[in-house]
């Protein structure tokens, strides 16, 4: 059950990407706030998820505390919680700032999406964590195929209660749906969530890609690698404060290069989904049902991806992935320069290229945080190690 609950926290993550994603910017505009503040509005939410990952990673890495994870996790959903609340009263107080305000603590919140890839560190060896890591992002992808349908489902809820503030339409209830669905997770994790050990299993069999000598060592942990000039590589020692530890990490090129990769692959992804509603909105003249199907699409070959991944994790390594995804992602980018000349595109062409684009990122993103959480998961501050290169 403990995985259960892990999982139904990264599907409640994407359900809020495709119900709330497609609604914010007619939200906004009914309220009279400018496209600058639309974009504000998507900004302080990742600001914020910036500003909270070190913090919500440090704490769960705390050997102090009885069930420091499950008290992070609680903790985030309870600060979403209040987010999305207010996020539903904005329409009624007619107050665009609340959705600001609401925006920002959801992505406080959504600090705790990076705490799922800790507990698969702690729960997995590196010789099978490609895996697992790839098989819960496809599982979590199930919710960004439930968004859809809840979004179908409340489209035509539309009631005041009273004179009060309290309004349910199809502009407030992506706010009032994900509270509700926070509440029932919140109670879930108080009642089935374990905490899971601090240090990750062990294996002593070898998969057959791994034999070969030069394979195994280009995947060791790098706290365990030698330097030139002897002795192993230390990132951070009793003495030193986390902060300096994330200093020293950074400063690792071999780490840096992680780094580097998490940032583009989410720099696009984050581009991409930001703009769509948009573009569609004013190309098209879709709506947010449409763009949340448009969503679902991208789920379901984001999932495919993913399946492959995870079908071929056990004779590929990790590298053979990341260099095979930016590949492919690098010729369909220039493809798409050239095909995406015109203001209005085919939408055949548009949606092709945009779901083939995004379908290539998983290629990279899970394979790159595995062999980043394999160099360093021997590190007392693991969780708060992923948590920086998730911030980047």
Known sequence: MTTGTV??????GMVEYSVVMPSLASLLEDLGASKLFYGAALGIFSLARVLCMPVI?????????????????????????????????????????????GRALVGMGAANSSLSMSF???????????????????????GIIVGPATNILVQDVDFRIGDSVLIFN???????????????????????FEEPPHSAPTSDTMPACCVDDAREDLEAPLLQRQVEGGGPTRLAGRSWGRASAIWKMLRQEQLLVHFVMTFSVNFVLNSIETALPVITSQAYGW?????????????????ASLAVV?????????????????????????AACVGLRDARPPKVLFLGFVLTLVGCLPSIGA????????????????????????TV
């Open 170 to 192: 199809h502009l407030s209830n992506p706010g009032w749906l994900m509270a509700l669905f926070l509440a029932l997770l919140f109670l879930l994790m108080a009642s089935f």
């Open 367 to 390: 394979p790159n945080t595995s062999l980043f959480s394999k160099r360093v998961q021997e590190h007392p501050h693991t969780a708060l190690r992923l948590k920086a290169q998730r």
């Open 287 to 303: 709506n947010a049902v449409e763009n949340s199907i448009m969503y679902s699409a991208i789920g379901l070959l984001v999932a």
């Open 57 to 101: 990673g440090s704490y769960s890495d705390r050997r102090d505390r009885e069930r420091p994870m499950l008290e992070a996790f609680m903790a985030s959903i309870a600060v979403a919680f209040v987010g999305n609340v207010l996020y539903a009263l904005a329409l009624g107080y007619r107050n665009k700032w609340m959705v600001l305000v």
């Open 310 to 334: 995870v079908s071929l994790s056990h004779r590929f390594l990790d590298r053979n992935f990341i260099v095979f995804g930016h590949g492919a992602f690098l010729m369909l980018l220039s």
């Open 120 to 142: 698969i560190t702690r729960i997995t060896n590196k010789h099978n964590r490609t895996r697992a890591i790839a098989m819960m992002n496809g599982i979590n992808l199930i």
């Open 7 to 12: 999982v139904a926290l990264g599907c409640l």
